[in-house]
C-alpha cells in the first residue's frame, strides 16, 4: 500500500465518524428499533422533500428515465464536456443569485463542477497549494476537513483560535498571530478557509468582519476559500452576505485571491447527487480546475434533470421560502425544548444544526471529561451528537446536535431522552451533595475542628447541577 494510502490523515478514527459507527450498527427506527441511537451526527436537510417530489411528479420531461423524457436519453447518456451541460451551470449560476437575494450576479463560464463540496474543497487545495503549504482556518471548523483539503494533497491546517468570549466570531488578532506563529515555523501560509454560514457554529458573519478578512487576504497576498455550503439555509435575521457581495463593493481587491466553494447538498438536501461548485474570480483557476474536475464529474443524468428544476424560477423561489420557514420552525422547537431543561445553545440563524452547551455537565472542564459525557450520550441516551474537540474547539462542553435530518416525531424522541438523562444528572448531583452534607453534620460530634467555615463555600469541589446555565 502507498504511504497516502495508509497514512492516519483520513481523519477517520475520531469521535466525529465513531459517532456515525455507532449509528450505523444499532439505528434507531420507530417501530422495530425504538431504542436504537438517534442520528444527530449528520447535517443533512430533510425537511423540504416533499415539495421536491412534487415537482418532480409535475415534471416527468426532467429525467431520462421516464416515457416523457426518453426522447432525451440519447444526447445525455454520451460523454459530455467537462464544462458541463450549458444549461446546468446556468442553473446553478441563477440559484446562486437567488441565495444572495439577487444582489450579485454569477457568471456561468466561471463554474467548475466537481463531486459534491468534498471534491471541490480538495480540487481548490490543488489548484492553491503543494505538498507542505498550509491554510488557515478559524475554530471550530467542519470535523472532515483534516481529510477532505490535507489527506491526498499534502496541505496543512493551522488554526486560528476562536472563543465563546465573543461567540466564537473571528477577529484580526487573532488571524494575525496565526499568520505570524507560521511564518516562524517556516511555514509558507497560501491562504485563509473561512465556512459561511458556519458548520459547526450556525452563524453567518457580518459585512464588516468579510470586508476585514478580504483586506487581510490582501495585505499577505494569499487566497480567500469561502465555503458558502449552507448559505439558503438561512431563517432568521441578519441575513446571508456573500463574499461575492462584499468585493464588489470594494475599491481594492484582488479578486484573483477569492474562490468560492458551493453545493446543493445542504441548501437543496440533495448529498446523494453529488453535486459540488468551485466558483473563482480566478481564470487561471478556472481552467485548471476543470481539467481536474475529470476526477468527480457531476453525471450527465443528474445534470439533465437538476437543469430542468433550478430553472423553474418559481419552483425555487417557492422551495427557498419554504425550506428557510421550516428550518426557523425546526431551530426553535428544538432549542426551546432544550431551554426547558437548563440546556443554552450559541444564538444561532442558520445550518442545521445546533452548537449545544453542556459544559456545566462536565465533572471537570477537560476534553478527556468531554470524552466521557460523549460516550454517555452514544451509548447510554443513545444519541449521535458530535463533541466539539472534533471540530478543533478550544473549549471543551460545546457539542454539535443536527436536527433537520429526521421528522418531528423522531425530534420528539430525542428531546425525550436528553430530558431523562438531565433529570438523572441532577438526581446524582442532588444525592451526592445530600451526602456531602451528612458525612460534614455527622463528623462535627467527633471532632468539631475539622468542619472549617469556608468548607461549604461556593469554591467547594461539589458537582454543578447540570440544569444550571453556563454563561
Not at 439558503?232 to 484582488?254: G, L, R
Not at 456545566?360 to 441516551?381: A, C, D, H, P
Not at 460534614?440 to 471532632?447: N, Q
Request: charged fraction near 20%; glycine fraction near 6%; proline fraction near 5%.
Amino acid at each position: 500500500m502507498s504511504k497516502m494510502a495508509v497514512n492516519e490523515k483520513h481523519g477517520e478514527n475520531s469521535p466525529y465518524f465513531d459517532g456515525w459507527k455507532a449509528y450505523e450498527r444499532d439505528p434507531f427506527h420507530p417501530t422495530t428499533n425504538p431504542h436504537g441511537v438517534i442520528q444527530m451526527g449528520l447535517a443533512e436537510n430533510q425537511l423540504c422533500f416533499d415539495v421536491v417530489e412534487e415537482w418532480i411528479r409535475n415534471n416527468p420531461m426532467a429525467s431520462i428515465c421516464t416515457p416523457q423524457g426518453l426522447c432525451h436519453f440519447r444526447d445525455i447518456a454520451n460523454f459530455q464536456d467537462y464544462h458541463g451541460l450549458p444549461h446546468f451551470r446556468n442553473g446553478v449560476a441563477k440559484l446562486m443569485s437567488k441565495v444572495r437575494g439577487g444582489r450579485v450576479k454569477f457568471d456561468a463560464d466561471r463554474i467548475v463542477m466537481s463531486g459534491g463540496a468534498t471534491g471541490a474543497n480538495e480540487l481548490l487545495m490543488f489548484c492553491l497549494a503543494d505538498p507542505g503549504d498550509a491554510f488557515l482556518i478559524p475554530t471550530p471548523y467542519y470535523a472532515a476537513y483534516d481529510r477532505d483539503l490535507c489527506w491526498r494533497t499534502g496541505v496543512q491546517i493551522i488554526p486560528v483560535h476562536c472563543d465563546s468570549s465573543n461567540n466564537f466570531m473571528i477577529t484580526r488578532a487573532a488571524l494575525e498571530a496565526a499568520y505570524k506563529k507560521a511564518q516562524e515555523d517556516n511555514i509558507n501560509v497560501k491562504g485563509l478557509i473561512i465556512t459561511n454560514p458556519s458548520n459547526p457554529l450556525g452563524i453567518t458573519l457580518d459585512k464588516e468582519t468579510l470586508k476585514s478578512l478580504v483586506s487581510f487576504i490582501n495585505e499577505k497576498n494569499i487566497h480567500l476559500v469561502c465555503d458558502e455550503i449552507y448559505g439558503a439555509t438561512v431563517f432568521n435575521t441578519p441575513n446571508f452576505v456573500s463574499v461575492s457581495e462584499i468585493i464588489q463593493d470594494m475599491e481594492f481587491c484582488n479578486k484573483n485571491l477569492i474562490h468560492i466553494v458551493y453545493s446543493l447538498s445542504k441548501d437543496m438536501g440533495f448529498p446523494g447527487l453529488r453535486v459540488g461548485i468551485v466558483y473563482s474570480y480566478n481564470d487561471t483557476v478556472v481552467n485548471c480546475g476543470r481539467k481536474m474536475s475529470s476526477f468527480g464529474l457531476v453525471s450527465s443524468q443528474t445534470q439533465h434533470m437538476l437543469a430542468a428544476m433550478l430553472s423553474d424560477d418559481e419552483f425555487v423561489e417557492i422551495f427557498l421560502a419554504e425550506s428557510s420557514r421550516r428550518l426557523g420552525k425546526r431551530h426553535r422547537f428544538f432549542t426551546e425544548g432544550l431551554e426547558k431543561m437548563g440546556i443554552t445553545c450559541l444564538p444561532s440563524n442558520a445550518g442545521l444544526f445546533c452548537w449545544m452547551n453542556l459544559r456545566s455537565m462536565l465533572k471537570e472542564q477537560t476534553f478527556e471529561s468531554e470524552m466521557m459525557l460523549w460516550r454517555v450520550i452514544v451509548n447510554e441516551v443513545k444519541l449521535n451528537v458530535s463533541p466539539g474537540s472534533s471540530f478543533n474547539c478550544l473549549e471543551p462542553g460545546w457539542f454539535r446536535v443536527c436536527f433537520a435530518n429526521m421528522d418531528d416525531e423522531t425530534v420528539e424522541v430525542a428531546l425525550k431522552r436528553i430530558q431523562t438523562f438531565v433529570g438523572k444528572e441532577t438526581d446524582k448531583a442532588v444525592k451526592h451533595r445530600q451526602s456531602n452534607l451528612r458525612v460534614s453534620f455527622s463528623s462535627r460530634r467527633f471532632d468539631e475542628a475539622v468542619m472549617s467555615p469556608h468548607m461549604m463555600s461556593p469554591h467547594s469541589p461539589i458537582p454543578r447541577s447540570p440544569l444550571v446555565k453556563a454563561t
